[in-house]
């Protein structure tokens, strides 16, 4: 660590001091992340443990459309939805720099429709369908709060959609001193693992669980598969776990968390912290960071949340920065790990990333939205 770290961090401006407080900046921790910059950042990020891929058996799937197993999931999921009971949490704090820089959630999925539109498109069919839509939630970050809060008051003022904005922390130089872009110090968001943090701190869930809310839906804004499925939920509801994990079969380049077992309890594992040696062929599924979650485990999840150690190039220089990651969670609650589908009408997972994703699947975007009657 740079000796002067702490020196640097008791200079900073008072206007900075005040925003980085009300983001959840800690020194602390950031101090003790420096003191450990330096040797193999590749194998601090690795677990540590006894790690196993699951059995098949541990991946549970929704049993077929025309069985009366498939029927009572719906209608359980159904009911908690018209009880109330559901909220939604999309992660937009992300910015589309494969699209331009600007923010995600304001960018075209497809021809004319932002993602933003998209999901409150879904939200308005819900309640068409259901007498009643659950409240969506949008983690944002501060380079989309202001832009995201404006159109919804623009456009989707009556719509039960909220926005509250993740964490923050400064980038460091490898060497430990904070890192500087410009003579200013390097703000940055903390990773998609801030929401159980962020959005207790807005007192959306509170006010959920006091109206009787019982399971929060967690999703990429970007993958348009991911909407109200009312068999997951039910399927959910059935399990009696705290977390259902969304998993989609791995096609070939893909890259993700996946589920394994480690020291005998199932979580989601990033495959850059799984040991060299792990045999990832054996893992045929990964993540899409879609979860389901009760609402009171996440209010009450108290746990040690790692920090990876992630390297950028800012400004075309290197930059350290820590970040958690959403999945983790599943190390301190009880998880039921769901296949779900990839292809076709039913399709969980449909990401779009980059501008050649967007025009290689906007035909794809566009069925789906058709299908589902969000156009």
Not at 13 to 26: C, E, I, P, S
Not at 69 to 78: D, I, L, M, N
């Amino acid at each position: 660590m740079s000796a002067g770290l702490g020196e640097e961090l008791g200079s900073l401006d008072d206007a900075l001091v005040r925003r980085l407080a009300t983001r959840g900046f800690d020194s602390e921790r950031l101090c003790a992340w420096a003191l450990g910059l330096g040797g193999d950042r590749v194998e601090r990020n690795r677990l540590r443990g006894v790690l196993e891929p699951l059995a098949p058996h541990e991946l549970a799937k929704l049993p077929p459309v025309d069985s009366a197993a498939y029927a009572e999931f719906s209608q359980t999921g159904r009911a908690a939805l018209e009880a109330g009971q559901l909220a939604i949490c999309v992660l937009a704090g992300g910015m589309a720099t494969r699209m331009g820089g600007v923010v995600k959630a304001l960018v075209e999925a497809t021809e004319g429709i932002t993602f933003l539109a998209l999901r409150a498109a879904e939200l308005a069919l819900l309640a068409e369908r259901h007498g009643t839509a659950p409240p969506m939630w949008l983690m944002t970050s501060e380079a989309t709060h202001a832009l995201i809060c404006a159109e919804l008051a623009r456009h989707h003022a009556e719509a039960p959609l909220a926005a509250f904005e993740q964490l923050v922390s400064l980038r460091l130089t490898p060497d430990g001193a904070l890192f500087r872009k410009d003579g200013e110090v390097s703000v940055y968001a903390t990773g998609h693992g801030d929401l159980p943090d962020a959005l207790r701190a807005s007192g959306l869930l509170d006010a959920f669980l006091a109206r009787g809310g019982r399971w929060v839906w967690i999703s990429n804004l970007d993958n348009l598969g991911a909407s109200v499925d009312m068999a997951i939920l039910g399927h959910h509801i059935a399990s009696g776990a705290e977390v259902t994990a969304e998993l989609v079969v791995k096609h070939a380049g893909d890259v993700g968390g996946g589920p394994v077992r480690c020291d005998g309890r199932p979580i989601i594992a990033e495959h850059f912290r799984l040991p060299a040696d792990f045999p990832h062929e054996r893992v045929p599924v990964f993540n899409t960071n879609t979860f389901l979650i009760d609402a009171r485990a996440l209010r009450d999840l108290a746990m040690a949340w790692t920090y990876v150690e992630v390297r950028k190039q800012v400004g075309g220089r290197e930059a350290v920065q820590f970040e958690r990651l959403l999945g983790e969670l599943t190390s301190a609650l009880t998880t039921s790990m769901l296949e779900v589908s990839r292809q076709g009408p039913t399709s969980r997972f449909l990401p779009v990333k980059t501008e050649a994703d967007r025009k290689g699947l906007e035909a794809d975007v566009m069925r789906l939205a058709r299908e589902r009657r969000l156009l």
